[in-house]
């Protein structure tokens, strides 16, 4: 359920108004997320910018450096992309996709976290 996502070319537009509640709370339904739920998550850029210090800038394939917020990082150990909203540790956190860093971070199970991020409760 956790495989990196793929989707080049989508519409950035659409990102940028899909903040706060957007069409999500057309096809709300309690605990259950609609099949095209990822089409609503933030842009990969402004989620990690708000929890990763130190976020640098990203090279040509997206990807930029930070501190790692899943441990006491003393270096920029944690790798995102900001185009397909990926993370890497180099330290051993582990890697994923956005929500999966979400639960990390939040300690939330995958729904949860993926409502949070979905909904703009971040
Ligand atoms: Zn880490």
Same mark, same amino acid.
């Given at each position: 359920? #956790?495989?990196a996502r793929k989707t080049p070319g989508r519409?950035? /537009?659409q990102y940028s108004k899909a903040g706060g509640l957007g069409m999500w709370g057309v096809y709300r339904r309690p605990g259950k997320l609609p099949s095209d739920w990822r089409r609503w998550l +933030?842009?990969?850029?402004?989620?990690y910018r708000a929890r990763v210090d130190r976020l /640098? #800038? +990203?090279n040509g394939k997206g990807w930029a450096q930070g501190r790692c917020p899943l441990h006491d990082d003393s270096h920029?150990?944690?790798s995102v992309n900001f185009q397909h909203g990926g993370w890497r540790c180099f330290a051993g956190c582990g890697c994923g996709d956005m929500v999966s860093f979400h639960e990390r971070l939040t300690g939330k199970g995958f729904a949860e976290a993926a409502r949070d991020l979905v909904e703009g409760r971040q």
């Open positions: 359920m #956790k495989q519409d950035r /537009g +933030p842009s990969p850029e402004r989620y /640098g #800038k +990203p920029e150990s944690l």
